[in-house]
Nanobody
Framework: QLQLVESGGGSVQPGGSLRLSCAAS????????IGWFRQAPGKEREGVSC????????RYADAVKGRFTISRDNANNTVYLQMNSLKPEDTAVYYC???????????????WGQGPQVTVSS
C-alpha cells in the first residue's frame, strides 16, 4: 500500500527549528507532487508549502515564507519541511501530502502522512 510516514514533530521554543521528515513507501516520490499542510485547533486546514513533480516550482504560504523550506531526497524517498524561526502561531498538526498529478495550496493530493504535532511555546 502507498504510505507516508512522518517523523520529527515535537516541542520547541520560539525562534527554534525543527525538521519534519516524510518517508514514502509503495511509490516513488520523484514522480509525485508533494506538499505540507497544517491544522491548528479551531482553524481550518491550510496549505503550508507545495512543489511540483519536477521540483522547479515551489510555493509557500505567506505566513511561512522565508522561514520554511520544502525539499525532497529522491535517493531516500523522503520529503522534508525545514522550519526555522518558529513562532507560537506555527503550532499545529503538520501533514505531508503527495499526489501523482498535482498538489496545490488550496487542494491536497490523495496521499497523507499521519500528522505529528508541532508545538512552539516558551
Amino acid at each position: 500500500q502507498l504510505q507516508l510516514v512522518e517523523s520529527g514533530g515535537g516541542s520547541v521554543q520560539p525562534g527554534g527549528s525543527l525538521r519534519l521528515s516524510c518517508a514514502a513507501s509503495g511509490f516513488s516520490l520523484d514522480y509525485y507532487a508533494i506538499g505540507w499542510f497544517r491544522q491548528a485547533p479551531g482553524k481550518e486546514r491550510e496549505g503550508v508549502s507545495c512543489a511540483t513533480t519536477s521540483g522547479d516550482n515551489t510555493r509557500y504560504a505567506d505566513a511561512v515564507k522565508g522561514r520554511f523550506t520544502i525539499s525532497r531526497d529522491n535517493a531516500n524517498n523522503t520529503v522534508y519541511l525545514q522550519m526555522n524561526s518558529l513562532k507560537p502561531e506555527d503550532t499545529a498538526v503538520y501533514y505531508c501530502n503527495a499526489d501523482h498529478l498535482l498538489v496545490t495550496m488550496a487542494k491536497a493530493g490523495r496521499y497523507w502522512g499521519q500528522g505529528p504535532q508541532v508545538t512552539v511555546s516558551s
